[in-house]
């Protein structure tokens, strides 16, 4: 083995212990564990959306926090595909449960818990991470100290639970230790060519800060078919004939 070789080989294997101490740890080598997110989770290490891990949404409308919830519901439909129910905290309720059906998620599925403080939220949340028998907890919150974030992903990284918060107050942005954060905002619905009405729901989706990956921007849109997104440009309204669909089999 020449030394260029053995030169990559050690860079190689740094990498892979350097995204294991961050929490990018594969269930099982030689394993697929994409969810089927196409060339979003191609941003990510590996080539595989972080799973037991904390993701950090910001949400500074209305507009914007009910784009990310309907955006989430897609991500929380295929992680629950292991039939683990999942918890959602928040101080008014945001979503409506039937529609959760839209995304593959039976609403019975999900756990709504109210309360009305963030240090409560904060609290439930820590608390439903350390239950390895969830999929995701999901927590809406106006603000969320860089220590804060650190207990929720020792949480995660120790029940492999993924946990996503939805921040309001994004006048007050700081680090955090979550793995990602991103920014998904309210497009034009995707319309059928021919065909009236209200049409499926369109995103644009900002990943703004990634750890060891590409941050990047997409426009994407949910179908009965799945995730479409369009290739030649990533933000902006797309025509139905030129999509390219992405089957996540839920």
């Known amino acids: 083995m020449c030394v260029r070789e053995k030169q990559k080989k050690i860079i190689s294997q740094l990498r892979r212990d350097i995204f294991h101490l961050e929490g990018f ?17 191609d941003a990510f290490p590996y080539g595989v959306f972080p799973t037991a891990a904390l993701h950090e949404f910001l ?3 209305d507009e914007d926090a009910a784009a990310c919830s309907g955006f989430l519901s897609i991500l ?12 959602w905290i928040s101080s008014f309720p945001m979503v409506f449960p039937p529609a959760l059906k839209i995304f593959g998620i039976r ?9 009305h403080r963030d240090r409560d939220i904060l609290w439930a949340m820590e608390e439903a991470l350390k239950c390895n028998g969830l999929a995701a907890v999901v927590a809406e919150l106006r603000e969320l100290s860089f220590s804060q974030s650190r207990r929720l992903q ?10 996503f918060v939805l921040r309001r107050d994004v006048k007050k942005i700081n680090t955090t230790a979550c793995v990602a954060r991103w920014r998904i905002s309210p497009q034009p619905s995707l319309l059928e060519d021919g065909l009236p009405g209200v049409g499926f729901p369109q995103w644009q989706v900002d990943l703004l800060k990634v750890k060891n ?7 994407m849109a949910w179908t009965p078919e799945g995730f479409v ?7 902006g309204e797309f025509p139905w004939k030129n999509r390219e669909s992405i089957q996540t089999g839920s």
């Open 25 to 41: 740890r594969p269930e099982s080598e030689g394993k697929s564990l994409r969810l089927g997110l196409g060339v979003l989770e």
């Open 59 to 61: 949400c500074e409308q």
């Open 76 to 87: 929380l439909g295929l992680l629950m595909q292991n039939q683990k129910p999942c918890i």
């Open 107 to 115: 609403p019975d599925r999900i756990i709504f818990v109210r309360l």
């Open 154 to 163: 020792l949480a995660v990284e120790h029940s492999r639970v993924t946990g």
């Open 213 to 219: 990956g590409q941050p990047d921007s997409w426009n």
């Open 229 to 235: 997104f369009d290739r030649q440009k990533k933000t």
